[in-house]
């Protein structure tokens, strides 16, 4: 059973016989007639622009049904009156048979198809040669035959061509023949003199005398000479006069053949213009027939460029050994496969108390800086990561000092070696630091702790001498009486201890005052008279005058007799200290200068740092306070120091 | 119903027309203008043998138009002589058609003109549209007063096979010309008379009724429905008599002219069925189905019946709505009657066994959709029990 309807909505259905429906429309031939159209003139384009001429011929009458384009084209002809005209007037075949009949063979009446090569008339009566092509075809039962014609001109001409050549060839060979041995001969010394010429290296060829007798174009190209301009010359008058040690040298080579074996030089050479031209020379010696020398024969080439790059490659090596030398931590290179020192830097060397020559062709290991434990585990992790970065480790120095060290270990190239550099950055110094600090904010909070208890103590005895006066005015006998005053004098002995105790403990205040230099001087002179008087030094003072600052007296009293107790500790017995005020570059300058040794410069550049001392007992605390207060007066320490005497110059900007 | 529809859009597709005696002369002119070479005249022996074909070949002759004559058409045309028939038409290198005679040839003809230019098999195309490609100029000359197959969109194929009538319905399936000329009907029977103008009378009250009408189809509907039901007795007692020709010729196309835009219900439907399985003749189908359909549909369509019933002469003042149904039914079968239509379908040899299957083959059926009255597989089957 169909059924198409079942599904079907009814409605649309319906809609669809109303005719409202997509496809509901009475038929039009027009969308198709016009793809008809457009194809057939596509098609007819295509007929029109082949070069073949085509002819559609009524079988009936042998009249033109239609031609294409190249037809009127190549015949000169209208279409129109092409098509009065039958195909057997414009085709001409060799024998007497005519073209419309051969359509259809004669005997059997049946389709011919098949190709034959006849001539084709223009109007003007000019023949083409053509090819033409025959079938038979049907529309509408209408019978047609179609005759496709391709223009054969330039084919028989070249046929005709090849013909004549093939013949004029025939008559050529035996004279060729002849000639070919005198060819042969010719050709082989040609080729060499062409391998000669065009070699891209320099063929240079000297006589007995060093005289240049034979260059070849790429040698003159090279120096920038003409062809010949080279000839006669000497030598010399192409080897860089820049150096004439190694000039002689050459020419010792090349002229006289100190070594008769072939050898390769490297050679200055100078062109025309006067640069200066690396170049490499392959020389040989060239004999007679009895063996003796007559000269010599170099190729040459131009290795400039070479040069040029390995001078650049010299340079970022020099460069880099430059940042090696001059870097603050240490470096090594080693080997990679023994972690052999190739190179340590002088950072290394001095750290660790190592020379070079100590450490170079032993291996890391050997040379004993880091603990066994330490080695492995360092080493572990290169493996693993295939470098390392910033480990902290401890190492040895020569003495055995154990310093701390952050490792860093990085493959590189040298010299197309693999290495591995070896950087340590010694932070021995910064860590000491760090546990002295940790120790003063230790200090520091016990401080502040103890403040706080005195402050809880004092409460209760302001209390307790409070009742004790009261009692004694009570009590009238005598004889306690002094008892009383005992303890209310213990109790403020007690209290002034903790007053200042806790003073100590408190946080600084500053308190600056309008005052003069020179006033706090004076205030303080005797004290430190009396001080350098015991060390047996005498004390020179010489005040000038200087303008009123905003100081605390204080702070400018501690670093007064800090600087001179530096001094007098500076120097032996006998010595003299001079103080002295003045005004030099509108700044007002306390110096004070003693006659100590010279500071050593490694010293003087960690003067000032926290803890840092040079004494036994010292704290590393004194001129590092110094510094602080300068710094909180907006004035600067400067030192000045010579074998003779040393100055500390305290400079106050006003 | 109809005020549901009253706002939708509507077509109005005919052919290029000519109506009157002697029109079928102008078959040659016609067939040059379409730039014929060869026509194909489809046809079949009755129409042969009355001579009509040969009148419209004469007209191609003289317009010397080469033509070939497939007249291979039986009654309710099947699917094979469509392909016989395209066969033909491409052998022969044609490009028009020409159809002469009753619903037959002309449906074959439009099958063939759907083959040649689709290249398939005619009952691919079952359905609404579902042609594509525009089939070759096709020009109808009916010789019966009925079937209208000439103005309308619809091809009815038989199904020998299956034993079903396939509907095509396409506007593209619509003539190009029709050539209506009354004289064809001097050769009818008045058996084929009666069958013919009971179609036509059957395809004016089912587009009237259709829910598809419009005012542009109601009153060729109309018209129609007056024209048949006044000349149909006569056109059997007086068979000679060319104005009643003319007339019945007229009302004919004008039922065509609406039905093919207001389509048709469930008489045409179930007669499909029927015509399908037992090869009767579709005239007589109809008018046995005629009057059930119209039973089973009145109630959806009371003032639209009223109307036919004004349109086939009945005074129907002062009567109910039932005693109208009575009246237009009693009238109807008056005229049936009156033309010999007596039979019942068990008198044509139906076995009551066969009427579920009839019924859901006219269920499926494209004029099932504009019957005013929606009907499923029961309702067909009781209307077919009646009519039995």
Same mark, same amino acid.
């Given at each position: ?478 004889? /306690? ?103 030099? /570059? ?69 | ?388």
């Amino acid at each position: 059973m169909k059924k198409p309807f079942e599904t079907q909505d009814l409605s649309s259905l319906r809609e669809k016989l109303i005719g409202l429906g997509e496809q509901s429309f009475r038929k039009s031939y027009y969308p198709e007639l016009q793809n008809s159209i457009e194809e057939l003139e596509r098609f007819r384009a295509l007929l029109d622009q082949t070069n073949d001429t085509i002819f559609l011929v009524h079988i009936s009458t042998g009249r033109l049904a239609d031609v294409n384009q190249s037809a009127c084209r190549q015949l000169d002809y209208s279409r129109e009156v092409l098509l009065t005209l039958s195909l057997d007037d414009l085709v001409q075949l060799n024998g007497n048979e005519k073209l419309s009949e051969l359509f259809f063979s004669p005997d059997s009446g049946e389709q011919n198809t098949g190709m034959i090569t006849a001539m084709i008339m223009k109007r003007n009566g000019d023949p083409i040669p053509v090819e033409i092509t025959l079938r038979v075809v049907t529309f509408d039962e209408n019978i047609y035959g179609v005759a496709v014609a391709r223009d054969i001109t330039e084919r028989i001409k070249y046929q005709q061509e090849r013909e004549k050549r093939a013949w004029h060839n025939a008559s050529q060979a035996a004279e060729a023949e002849r000639l070919k041995t005198e060819e042969e001969l010719q050709e082989s010394e040609e080729k060499y003199r062409l391998l000669v010429e065009r070699m891209n290296e320099g063929i240079l060829v000297l006589d007995s005398q060093g005289r240049i007798i034979f260059t070849n174009s790429a040698m003159n190209k090279m120096l920038g000479y003409g062809v010949g301009e080279l000839l006669g010359e000497s030598l010399f008058s192409i080897i860089s006069q820049s150096d004439m040690y190694n000039a002689v040298f050459y020419r010792n080579k090349f002229v006289h053949l100190e070594q008769l074996n072939s050898r390769q030089y490297e050679v200055p050479l100078i062109n025309k213009e006067g640069h200066q031209i690396f170049a490499l020379l392959s020389q040989s010696p060239l004999k007679d027939k009895d063996g003796n020398i007559t000269g010599s024969m170099a190729v040459v080439t131009d290795i400039t460029e070479r040069k040029k790059i390995e001078e650049t490659l010299r340079l970022t090596e020099e460069r880099f050994s430059k940042a090696f030398n001059a870097s603050s931590s240490l470096m090594c290179i080693n080997s990679v496969d023994e972690e052999r020192y190739i190179d340590v830097n002088d950072t290394f060397a001095n750290i660790t108390g190592f020379t070079k020559a100590d450490l170079i062709g032993i291996t890391l290991l050997e040379s004993n800086i880091l603990k066994q434990d330490d080695y492995i585990i360092l080493k572990q992790e290169f493996i693993n990561e295939g470098y390392i970065l910033n480990v902290e480790t401890s190492f040895f120095t020569r003495t055995g000092v154990i310093r701390q060290g952050l490792f860093s270990i990085e493959r590189i190239k040298l010299n197309d070696m693999e290495c591995l550099l070896i950087t340590i950055n010694d932070i021995t110094e910064y860590n000491q630091m760090e546990e002295k600090l940790a120790h003063l904010n230790k200090l520091r909070l016990i401080g502040e702790m103890a403040a706080g208890i005195g402050h809880e103590i004092r409460n209760p005895m302001t209390t307790v001498r409070g009742f004790l006066q009261m009692l004694g005015s009570q009590d009238d006998s005598a004889k /306690n009486k002094r008892y009383y005053d005992l303890m209310i004098e213990e109790l403020d002995r007690a209290n002034t201890i903790i007053t200042e105790y806790l003073t100590l403990a408190k946080m600084k205040t500053i308190i600056k005052k309008d005052l003069n230099l020179n006033d706090i001087l004076d205030a303080i002179l005797p004290l430190i008279m009396a001080n350098a008087s015991k060390n047996d030094i005498y004390v020179e003072v010489e005040q000038n005058y200087i303008p009123n600052l905003l100081l605390d007296e204080k702070e400018i009293r501690q670093i007064i007799l800090n600087l001179v107790s530096n001094g007098l500790e500076a120097m032996t017995p006998g010595g003299r200290l001079k103080i002295s005020t003045y005004i030099k /570059n509108q700044e007002i300058v306390l110096a004070v200068q003693n006659q100590g040794p010279e500071i050593p410069p490694d010293i003087l550049a960690k003067l000032g740092t926290p803890f840092f001392t040079t004494k036994e007992t010292g704290t590393g605390l004194g001129l590092a306070i110094c510094y602080s207060i300068a710094d909180r007066h907006n004035a600067a320490i400067k030192i000045e120091t010579n074998p003779k005497q040393t100055t500390f110059f305290v400079v106050f900007h006003p | 119903m109809y005020m549901q529809y009253q706002s939708e859009l509507r077509k109005y597709v005919i052919p290029e027309l000519i109506f009157g005696s002697g029109a079928l002369h102008l078959a040659g002119r016609y067939a040059r203008n379409f730039g014929a070479r060869k026509v194909l005249v489809v046809t079949d022996s009755g129409v042969v043998r009355a001579g009509w074909t040969e009148q419209v070949t004469k007209s191609l002759e003289s317009a010397e138009i080469p033509y070939t004559v497939f007249s291979a058409v039986s009654p309710n045309p099947r699917s094979e002589e469509v392909m016989e028939g395209t066969e033909v038409y491409l052998s022969q290198h044609c490009n028009v058609i020409v159809a002469v005679g009753g619903g037959s040839p002309m449906d074959c003809a439009k099958g063939i003109g759907i083959v040649s230019s689709n290249s398939k098999h005619i009952l691919n195309f079952e359905g609404v549209d579902r042609v594509f490609a525009p089939i070759p100029p096709l020009i109808c000359i009916p010789t019966t007063g009925g079937t209208s197959a000439d103005v309308s969109q619809f091809a009815i194929i038989r199904d020998v096979q299956n034993r079903v009538k396939v509907v095509i319905g396409s506007k593209a399936v619509v003539p190009d010309v029709a050539l209506v000329d009354p004289d064809t009907l001097t050769t009818a029977t008045p058996y084929l008379m009666a069958c013919t103008a009971l179609d036509a009378l059957t395809h004016a009250i089912e587009a009237f009724v259709s829910n598809a009408c419009s005012p542009l189809t109601d009153v060729h509907a109309l018209e129609a429905i007056r024209i048949i039901s006044s000349n149909l007795v006569p056109a059997i007692t007086d068979p000679d008599n060319h104005a009643v020709h003319n007339q019945i010729m007229l009302g004919s196309l004008e039922a065509g002219m609406a039905f093919s835009n207001a389509i048709l219900g469930a008489v045409h439907s179930m007669a499909h069925s029927l015509g399908g399985f037992l090869d009767l003749p579709h005239g007589e189908c109809i008018s046995i189905l005629l009057n059930h359909v119209i039973a089973f549909n009145y109630p959806s369509s009371v003032e639209r019946y009223e109307r036919i019933g004004q349109a086939i002469g009945l005074d129907l003042r002062g009567m109910s709505s039932k005693q109208i149904k009575n009246a237009i039914l009693s009238r109807l079968s008056i005229l049936r009657n009156a033309v010999g239509m007596e039979r019942t379908l068990g008198q044509h040899g139906i076995n009551p066994s066969d009427i579920p299957k009839l019924a859901r083959n006219a269920i499926k059926d494209p004029c099932m959709a504009t019957n005013p009255q929606r009907a499923n597989q029961r309702d067909v089957e009781v209307i077919y029990e009646e009519a039995f």
